[in-house]
C-alpha cells in the first residue's frame, strides 16, 4: 500500500488556513494513488496551542474544522489528522481517523509529556485506549508523539492486532535530537514489534522551531525512510508487509543543522506575525554579523536594514566592516551616530550626577540610545528588531536592559558565543558574506576605551563550559570544579548567572536549539537567596 507523509509548516491558531493546507495535501496524495495520508500531531490548530485549548470557542472551531475536512477530503483516502478533542469526559490531544465522508475513528494521546519545554498535563487529559483500523491490507495503529517516549502504549497497539505504528508528531528540534527520535523509536520496536511512520512538523512557532525529519521505521529496525529535514512537503512510502520504501534523504550535520533552524525561526517569526522586515544594530562584531546573515537568509536582503550606531569608542574598522558586509549582502544600510542623544541624556542628568563618578551607567547609556533608535525605526516602518546578544551573554547579565536587549526577536539567544565562531565560519564556507577580520578581532562592546569582553568575563571556551555545565546539565559547583575548572572562575559565572535572572525574564524571545534554553525550558526565581556557589567557600 502507499502512505503519504504531510510534512508541513502549520500555524497556530490558523485553523481555516491549516484545514485548507490539509484539504490540499489529501487531494494532492490522493491523485497520486496514496491510499492514507499522516499529518502532523494537533495539524488542524498547530502546536503547542498551549491554554488557547483550554477555550470552549477553541476547541468548537477545531471540532467544525476536522467534520468539515472529512466531508471535503477524497473519501476513499484514510486521512490522519491532530487536533484537540473536547468532550464530556475530558480534553484531549486526538488525532482523528477521517474517512468515507465521516470521522470514523479518534485517538486520544496517553503519555502527556511535562518536563523540558511541555506541559500537556496542564491542559489535557490522557486517554488509554488503541485505535486500530484497517488500510490498503494493512492494520494501523495511531501513536502520538510522546506515545512512543514510553513503554505501554506500543504494546497496547499490538495486543489490539496492529502491524504498524503510525506517529503523528510536533517534536522540537535541538541539537542531535534526529539520533534521540531514532533511539526512541528503536526502543518501541524492540517492545512491540511494530515497525513505524513518524510524521513531524516543520517550522517555526514562538521559541520552538520544528525540522520535520520524517522517517519510517522497518521491522528489522532499519531506517527504511527518511525525509529532509527543514523542508516542507508530501513524501511517499510503500508498505509491504513489514517492509517499507521511501526517499532516503541525508540529514545536515550539526553546524548545518543549527544554522537552518535560526533561518527557519526568523523567517516564520517575521512571516507569521506580519512584519514587513527587520531592522537590527550593526556593530562590527560577530554577533551582529551572523544575526544579519541569518536575517538576510531568512527573509531576502531587501527586507533586511541594518543600522550602524558609531560612538566616540567606535573603532574605524567597525564602521568599515560594517558597510563591508552590508554591501555583500546586499541589505539597506544607515549610519546614524549616538554622540547628540547620548550627550542630551548626559546633559539633562548633569544635576543628578553631580560630583560621581562615571561608571556603568554611562555606558549604558550608549547602549539605550541605540535601543530607542531601533525601536523607533521598528514603529515607523512596521518592522521587527532582531537582537543579536548571545546565550554566553544572556547567561551572565553581559547586556544592557532596554539597550541592546530591546527587540522583539533574540536570534542567538540559544547560541553560545563559541558556537556564534562555528556558524559564521560554516556560513561563509556557503559564500563569504562576513568579513573575515569580523572572525578574527577580539569581541567588544565599544562602550569604553580600548574595551574588550574578556575584560569582564573569562575567556569564551572557559566560560561556555561551564554554563553548559551549569545551565543546561544542572551540574552542582564542585562537580563542575572536579571537571579541571578554576574553583574562583566557576563561582564567578555562577554568582553572574543567578544574578542576571531578571534580564533574562525582560529579554525578547529566541528559537531553542539546544535542550536548555532560557525560557520555557529554564524556570528559576529572581528573587532566592539559595547560592549554590557557597559550596566553594
Same mark, same amino acid.
Given at each position: 500500500?502507499?502512505?503519504?507523509?504531510?510534512?508541513?509548516?502549520?500555524?497556530?491558531?490558523?485553523?481555516?488556513?491549516?484545514?485548507?493546507?490539509?484539504?490540499?495535501?489529501?487531494?494532492?496524495?490522493?491523485?497520486?494513488?496514496?491510499?492514507?495520508?499522516?499529518?502532523?500531531?494537533?495539524?488542524?490548530?498547530?502546536?503547542?496551542?498551549?491554554?488557547?485549548?483550554?477555550?470552549?470557542?477553541?476547541? =468548537? +472551531?477545531? !471540532?467544525? &474544522?476536522?467534520?468539515?475536512? /472529512?466531508?471535503?477530503?477524497?473519501?476513499?483516502?484514510? $486521512? @490522519?489528522? *491532530?487536533?484537540?478533542?473536547?468532550?464530556?469526559?475530558?480534553?484531549?490531544?486526538?488525532?482523528?481517523?477521517?474517512?468515507?465522508?465521516?470521522?470514523?475513528?479518534?485517538?486520544?494521546?496517553?503519555?502527556?509529556?511535562?518536563?523540558?519545554?511541555?506541559?500537556?498535563?496542564?491542559?489535557?487529559?490522557?486517554?488509554?485506549?488503541?485505535?486500530?483500523?484497517?488500510?490498503?491490507?494493512?492494520?494501523?495503529?495511531?501513536?502520538?508523539?510522546?506515545?512512543?517516549?514510553?513503554?505501554?502504549?506500543?504494546?497496547?497497539?499490538?495486543?489490539?492486532?496492529?502491524?504498524?505504528?503510525?506517529?503523528?508528531?510536533?517534536?522540537?528540534?535541538?541539537?542531535?535530537?534526529?539520533?534521540?527520535? =531514532? +533511539?526512541? !523509536?528503536? &526502543?518501541?520496536?524492540?517492545? /512491540?514489534?511494530?515497525?513505524?511512520?513518524?510524521?513531524? $512538523? @516543520?517550522? *517555526?512557532?514562538?521559541?520552538?522551531?520544528?525540522?520535520?525529519?520524517?522517517?519510517?521505521?522497518?521491522?528489522?529496525?532499519?531506517?527504511?525512510?527518511?525525509?529532509?529535514?527543514?523542508?516542507?512537503?508530501?513524501?511517499?512510502?510503500?508498505?509491504?508487509?513489514?517492509?517499507?520504501?521511501?526517499?532516503?534523504?541525508?540529514?545536515?550535520?550539526?553546524?548545518?543543522?543549527?544554522?537552518?533552524?535560526?533561518?527557519?525561526?526568523?523567517?516564520?517569526?517575521?512571516?507569521?506575525?506580519?512584519?514587513?522586515?527587520?531592522?537590527?544594530g550593526l556593530s562590527g562584531g560577530?554577533?551582529?554579523?551572523?544575526?544579519?546573515?541569518?536575517?538576510?537568509?531568512?527573509?531576502?536582503?531587501?527586507?533586511?536594514?541594518?543600522?550602524?550606531?558609531?560612538?566616540?569608542?567606535?573603532?574605524?574598522?567597525?564602521?568599515?566592516?560594517?558597510?563591508?558586509?552590508?554591501?555583500?549582502?546586499?541589505?539597506?544600510?544607515?549610519?546614524?551616530?549616538?554622540?547628540?542623544?547620548?550627550?542630551?541624556?548626559?546633559?539633562?542628568?548633569?544635576?543628578?550626577?553631580?560630583?560621581?563618578?562615571?561608571?556603568?551607567?554611562?555606558?549604558?547609556?550608549?547602549?539605550?540610545?541605540?535601543?530607542?533608535?531601533?525601536?523607533?525605526?521598528?514603529?515607523?516602518?512596521?518592522?521587527?528588531?532582531?537582537?543579536?546578544?548571545?546565550?554566553?551573554?544572556?547567561?551572565?547579565?553581559?547586556?544592557?536592559?532596554?539597550g541592546d536587549m530591546a527587540g522583539?526577536?533574540?536570534?542567538?539567544?540559544?547560541?553560545?558565543?563559541?558556537?556564534?565562531?562555528?556558524?559564521?565560519?560554516?556560513?561563509?564556507?556557503?559564500?563569504?558574506?562576513?568579513?573575515?577580520?569580523?572572525?578574527?578581532?577580539?569581541?567588544?562592546?565599544?562602550?569604553?576605551?580600548?574595551?574588550?569582553?574578556?575584560?569582564?568575563?573569562?575567556?569564551?571556551?572557559?566560560?561556555?563550559?561551564?554554563?553548559?555545565?551549569?545551565?543546561?546539565?544542572?551540574?552542582?559547583?564542585?562537580?563542575?570544579?572536579?571537571?579541571?575548572?578554576?574553583?574562583?572562575?566557576?563561582?564567578?559565572?555562577?554568582?553572574?548567572?543567578?544574578?542576571?535572572?531578571?534580564?533574562?525574564?525582560?529579554?525578547?524571545?529566541?528559537?531553542?536549539?539546544?535542550?536548555?534554553?532560557?525560557?520555557?525550558?529554564?524556570?528559576?526565581?529572581?528573587?532566592?537567596?539559595?547560592?549554590?556557589?557557597?559550596?566553594?567557600?
Amino acid at each position: 500500500m502507499k502512505l503519504a507523509v504531510a510534512q508541513l509548516n502549520l500555524t497556530v491558531g490558523d485553523i481555516a488556513g491549516n484545514a485548507a493546507r490539509l484539504l490540499a495535501a489529501a487531494n494532492e496524495a490522493h491523485a497520486a494513488g496514496a491510499d492514507l495520508l499522516l499529518t502532523p500531531e494537533m495539524s488542524i490548530c498547530s502546536y503547542p496551542a498551549e491554554d488557547l485549548v483550554l477555550r470552549q470557542d477553541f476547541t =468548537a +472551531a477545531c !471540532a467544525a &474544522a476536522v467534520e468539515q475536512l /472529512a466531508k471535503d477530503a477524497p473519501p476513499a483516502l484514510a $486521512l @490522519v489528522v *491532530g487536533y484537540p478533542e473536547r468532550s464530556e469526559d475530558g480534553l484531549y490531544n486526538a488525532a482523528a481517523l477521517l474517512r468515507g465522508g465521516r470521522v470514523e475513528a479518534v485517538y486520544r494521546k496517553h503519555h502527556l509529556p511535562n518536563h523540558s519545554v511541555f506541559d500537556e498535563r496542564r491542559v489535557f487529559d490522557r486517554g488509554g485506549e488503541p485505535c486500530v483500523f484497517g488500510c490498503g491490507g494493512v492494520r494501523f495503529a495511531i501513536n502520538i508523539c510522546g506515545d512512543i517516549w514510553e513503554p505501554g502504549p506500543a504494546s497496547r497497539a499490538r495486543d489490539a492486532g496492529a502491524e504498524w505504528l503510525l506517529v503523528p508528531n510536533a517534536s522540537p528540534y535541538h541539537l542531535n535530537k534526529e539520533h534521540e527520535r =531514532a +533511539a526512541v !523509536a528503536g &526502543a518501541r520496536l524492540a517492545e /512491540a514489534g511494530l515497525p513505524l511512520v513518524y510524521a513531524n $512538523l @516543520v517550522g *517555526g512557532q514562538d521559541e520552538l522551531v520544528f525540522d520535520g525529519a520524517s522517517f519510517a521505521l522497518d521491522a528489522r529496525g532499519e531506517v527504511a525512510a527518511q525525509c529532509p529535514a527543514w523542508q516542507e512537503g508530501l513524501f511517499y512510502l510503500e508498505i509491504d508487509g513489514g517492509g517499507c520504501s521511501g526517499p532516503q534523504e541525508r540529514l545536515p550535520d550539526e553546524d548545518a543543522a543549527v544554522y537552518d533552524a535560526l533561518v527557519l525561526a526568523v523567517r516564520d517569526y517575521v512571516g507569521k506575525n506580519g512584519f514587513r522586515g527587520v531592522h537590527l544594530g550593526l556593530s562590527g562584531g560577530i554577533d551582529s554579523a551572523l544575526t544579519l546573515a541569518i536575517a538576510a537568509d531568512a527573509i531576502g536582503a531587501d527586507k533586511v536594514h541594518a543600522v550602524m550606531m558609531p560612538s566616540d569608542y567606535t573603532a574605524s574598522i567597525s564602521v568599515e566592516d560594517s558597510r563591508d558586509m552590508a554591501g555583500r549582502l546586499g541589505v539597506h544600510y544607515s549610519e546614524i551616530a549616538i554622540r547628540p542623544i547620548y550627550d542630551a541624556f548626559m546633559g539633562q542628568l548633569a544635576g543628578e550626577f553631580a560630583g560621581l563618578a562615571a561608571d556603568t551607567t554611562e555606558e549604558n547609556l550608549q547602549a539605550r540610545a541605540r535601543g530607542t533608535l531601533l525601536m523607533a525605526l521598528s514603529n515607523k516602518f512596521g518592522t521587527l528588531v532582531l537582537t543579536t546578544g548571545n546565550k554566553s551573554e544572556m547567561g551572565t547579565g553581559y547586556a544592557t536592559l532596554y539597550g541592546d536587549m530591546a527587540g522583539g526577536f533574540a536570534v542567538l539567544k540559544d547560541v553560545a558565543k563559541t558556537r556564534v565562531y562555528r556558524l559564521a565560519d560554516y556560513r561563509n564556507r556557503r559564500s563569504a558574506v562576513i568579513p573575515q577580520r569580523i572572525i578574527d578581532r577580539p569581541p567588544s562592546a565599544e562602550l569604553r576605551p580600548d574595551q574588550t569582553d574578556q575584560d569582564s568575563l573569562p575567556p569564551y571556551a572557559v566560560l561556555d563550559a561551564i554554563l553548559a555545565a551549569y545551565v543546561e546539565r544542572d551540574l552542582p559547583a564542585r562537580e563542575i570544579v572536579a571537571q579541571g575548572f578554576d574553583a574562583a572562575t566557576v563561582k564567578r559565572v555562577i554568582r553572574m548567572v543567578d544574578l542576571a535572572e531578571y534580564k533574562r525574564r525582560q529579554a525578547p524571545p529566541g528559537p531553542r536549539i539546544t535542550p536548555r534554553n532560557f525560557g520555557k525550558d529554564r524556570r528559576y526565581p529572581i528573587t532566592s537567596k539559595y547560592r549554590p556557589e557557597g559550596e566553594l567557600s
